[in-house]
């Protein structure tokens, strides 16, 4: 949307918004003064009518209450119930049984209803007029006498009868309203008990005929739509004497609140029901012999759009004279829009567009001086800014680029002169050595004080002299550059620190600007600039701006030169430690495979004599050579022991050696996981049963068979094995097998000593044993589980440890990879060793 329209509708918006409010304030104020007084009227109405229906109700029950406290009914009862003591059940199932086709000429229903009592409710009938029905019962509940034949002989079992019976207590009931099968009329129920001597001798029912009730509320009219209605507690709306009551709950939603007291007025509306005011009055009976509230209310009731129409009435005269008025402000907004604003913004929009399109070099001509040309000159000042600025951005970036100092300052001294129109600008740097060799003017403080030294200039002046060295803290740019602020000043004549006011002052220099230029905490300079016209303060920010990107391009080309020096020195120093090392890794190299071929040689020397010395032993032990007593056999038994041990131990030192000189051979094959745990097993057992240990084997059902070196497989095993045996006490060792996609996990866990966790990462290492007193006691040379570690990492898996702390036992895992690929595994192993190993790969057969 244009402004045009914008400003049109703003307008229109104005005229209007005056006869919206007199709108809003005429209907808040009119349907809430109508809300109050229709609803105060109606609850007055509910009231009125509820006092009329409250003293008939009224007058009823005292005349039931009145026939219950004759002499004559109460003798009538005393007798009857005397009677009623001699006449069994089965008498009275018998009446009630042919009580239906009893007429009033048959026996007992005859005598019944011209009894004397009965004569008597006859002639209360005829006098009150309301009632339809009166009958009264013994204590039993037996029918004693009535004004006419009832549907039922029999009372005791009916809910009015047990509700004014009240177990022997006695007490007044009024039923709900509803159809009276006997009295054959709309009615409800008053029930008294009769008492004699404090004792209930029997109960009156007294079938009021509410149709008399409806004189209160019949002729009530309160305009159209609204009624005054009798509405029962479960919804049932009785209006007239002719009509019948709708279904139940049908206006429930029209039932007044508790929270609402005993009369008021509320709005409601129900589920597909017009909203309604509503008045009411409960009717409820406070007498001092009775108080009785009835689950009756007095409704008056009309649509809530019928009680507001005069208040909308009244709406449509103020809202149809607005309109008109409204289509006035509209003719008269669109003449002051094109008149007064669109011609002048339409303009302004237009060089906009021109700036959006990167052509900053705009001006809106100023036609007012009210504010579309006060919105003029600020669009002009801000064309002029942004050309400013975006100079500045061009040559900031520039500076970034260049990494020569003397390049940067003499684009610095040559854009303030040329964005500013300066008179001459300047620049003084402190301690850049031979950074600046080739400025305009060197450095000619040969002393070591903190000065200003003057680098770079544009513009003509009289006495540049006095410029070349500035002490911090003299004159106005030494004080920038001790108090690290900027300083502006638009007055040079009120101006203490500047020298030479005279020649200034017949140049026309009126204004100086000078900023520090800072980069962190360290003080690199001074830039400044003199000018003919007052510098404003927002060119001022943006010579703030462009000393900070001034200040990064001088550091840049410090940085850039100290780098090139650091690199040069790197260079030479990393050439000369690159051939150190080149020739101290030969060294290594050389001794490692000296000692590699040492141990080997040595290993293989040793095997040959001590096979000599293991066998001598063995046939000495076994009495080849003669019988030896207990002393010398115990003797060549330690020879033996002692010789297996330094067996196994040269074993390992020369399978140690193989895999670091990379001469390690793997024969790859497939063969059964479960056959190489079971040999294993049956290998150890021995072992197992000599220390009374417990061992399990869990292998999952998914473990199919294992591509790896099944020699180095079981040597692992065995390594692993023999490890706990010797570090486990009592107690059990468990081996459990299991696997994923990628991979076969097993575990070797023990009850023994423990690890503590701080030594899992040394406990692999080469001749490495715990120094706690409790494994010191347990013989060995460390090299079992550096060799395990060398053969899983071989296989390309890997091998770690658990344990909770000593004497919590300890779990050790190692995984082989599910490969079968010759290469991989040549991979694998490559990375643990110095030279190739060659693998060699067969397919285990059984059989």
Request: aromatic residues 8%; glycine residues 6%; hydrophobic residues 40%.
């Amino acid at each position: 949307m244009g402004i045009r329209y914008k400003l049109i509708i703003t307008l229109v918006l104005t005229g209007i918004a005056p006869l919206l409010i007199a709108v809003f304030i005429t209907h808040y104020v009119g349907i809430s003064q109508r809300k109050e007084i229709v609803g105060n009227t109606f609850q007055q109405l509910s009231e009125k009518a509820r006092d009329n229906i409250r003293t008939m109700l009224t007058e009823d029950i005292k005349s039931i209450k009145q026939l219950s406290v004759l002499p004559a009914t109460i003798a009538f009862l005393e007798s009857a119930s005397l009677k009623s003591n001699k006449i069994d059940t089965a008498e009275v199932l018998k009446i009630e049984n042919r009580w239906k086709n009893l007429t009033e000429r048959d026996e007992p229903l005859k005598q019944l209803l011209e009894n004397e009592l009965s004569m008597t409710l006859k002639a209360f009938r005829s006098v009150e007029g309301s009632f339809g029905e009166i009958l009264v019962t013994d204590k039993a509940g037996r029918l004693v006498a009535s004004t006419n034949k009832t549907s039922d002989y029999w009372q005791a079992d009916e809910d009015w009868w047990q509700e004014a019976y009240n177990k022997g207590k006695g007490k007044l009931f009024l039923s709900k309203f509803g159809y009276d099968q006997s009295a054959k009329v709309f009615a409800m129920d008053i029930c008294v008990p009769v008492f004699s001597k404090s004792k209930i001798v029997g109960i009156i029912k007294g079938v009021l005929d509410i149709s008399h009730l409806f004189d209160a509320i019949e002729n009530i009219d309160i305009g159209e739509g609204g009624k005054v209605v009798l509405l029962s507690d479960n919804g049932k709306m009785f209006v007239s004497r002719d009509m019948v009551p709708i279904s139940d709950g049908t206006e429930k939603y029209m039932i007044p609140s508790q929270r609402l007291g005993d009369s008021g007025w509320f709005v409601v509306s129900g589920d597909d029901k017009p909203n309604m005011m509503v008045g009411f009055a409960r009717i409820s009976i406070n007498k001092p012999d009775f108080q009785l509230k009835l689950p009756w209310s007095v409704i008056a009731y009309q649509p809530s759009k019928n009680a507001y129409a005069p208040v909308m009435k009244m709406i449509w005269f103020v809202t149809i004279p607005g309109i008109c008025l409204i289509a006035v402000f509209y003719l008269l907004g669109l003449y002051i829009a094109r008149k007064v604003f669109i011609s002048p913004l339409s303009q302004l929009i237009y060089m906009t567009k021109r700036m959006a399109d990167s052509d900053l070099d705009q001006e809106v001509v100023i036609k007012s001086k009210d504010e579309i040309g006060e919105l003029a000159r600020s669009f002009n000042q801000m064309a002029s800014n942004l050309a400013k600025r975006s100079s500045l951005d061009n040559v900031a970036l520039n500076m970034l680029s260049n990494l020569k100092l003397s390049d940067v300052l003499n684009i610095v001294v040559e854009t303030l002169r040329t964005t500013f129109d300066a008179a001459f600008a300047r620049v003084w740097l402190i301690d850049v050595g031979d950074l600046c060799s080739d400025c305009i003017h060197v450095d000619i403080c040969k002393n070591k004080d903190k000065c200003l030294h003057l680098k770079v200039t544009v513009g003509a002046y009289a006495r540049d002299e006095d410029y070349l060295r500035i002490p911090i803290g003299a004159m106005r740019v030494g004080r920038i550059a001790e108090e690290r602020k900027p300083s502006l000043v638009n007055d040079l004549t009120k101006d203490s620190y500047i020298h030479n006011p005279d020649w200034m002052k017949r140049e026309g220099i009126v204004a100086f600007a000078g900023y520090p230029l800072i980069l962190g905490d360290e003080l690199l300079g001074v830039i400044a600039l003199f000018s003919k016209r007052p510098i404003s303060d927002e060119e001022f920010k943006m010579l703030g701006s462009f000393a900070n990107r001034t200040a990064m391009a001088i550091q840049n080309a410090k940085l850039h030169l100290e780098i090139t020096e650091l690199n040069q020195n790197l260079e030479r120093k990393v050439s000369e430690r690159t051939r150190e090392l080149e020739i101290a890794n030969i060294k290594l190299r050389k001794a490692d495979r000296m000692k590699s071929e040492f141990l080997a040689n040595m290993s293989h020397e040793l095997r040959t004599p001590l096979n000599a010395i293991i066998g001598f032993a063995e046939i000495l032990r076994d009495g080849l050579c003669g019988e030896l007593n207990e002393n010398q056999r115990s003797a060549v038994i330690d020879i033996y022991e002692s010789g297996k041990h330094l067996l196994q131990m040269i074993n390992d030192i020369l399978d140690l050696s193989k895999v670091e000189s990379g001469k390690m051979e793997l024969q790859l094959e497939e063969f059964s996981l479960r056959d190489a745990l079971d040999e294993i097993q049956s290998i150890i057992r021995d072992m197992v049963n000599k220390k009374g240990l417990a061992m399990q084997v869990f292998i999952s059902d998914n473990v199919t068979n294992i591509y790896a070196d099944q020699v180095k497989f079981k040597q692992i095993m065995y390594n692993l094995l023999s490890n706990a045996i010797k570090f486990t006490i009592e107690g059990s060792i468990t081996v459990v097998a299991d696997c994923d996609d990628e991979k076969f996990i097993i575990s070797v866990q023990d009850t023994g000593i423990g690890i503590e966790p701080k030594n899992f990462e040394v406990i692999f290492d080469e001749f490495k044993q715990l120094d706690s007193s409790q494994s010191r006691q347990y013989e060995g040379t460390g090299l079992g589980l550096a060799l395990t570690k060398r053969l899983v990492e071989l296989h390309g898996g890997k091998i770690w440890v658990e344990s909770e702390g000593l004497g919590r036992g300890s779990k050790f895992s190692f995984t082989i990879p599910k490969i079968k690929i010759k290469q991989e595994q040549e991979a694998l192993v490559e990375s643990h060793a110095h030279e190739p190993i060659q693998i060699q790969a067969r397919k285990a057969h059984k059989g």
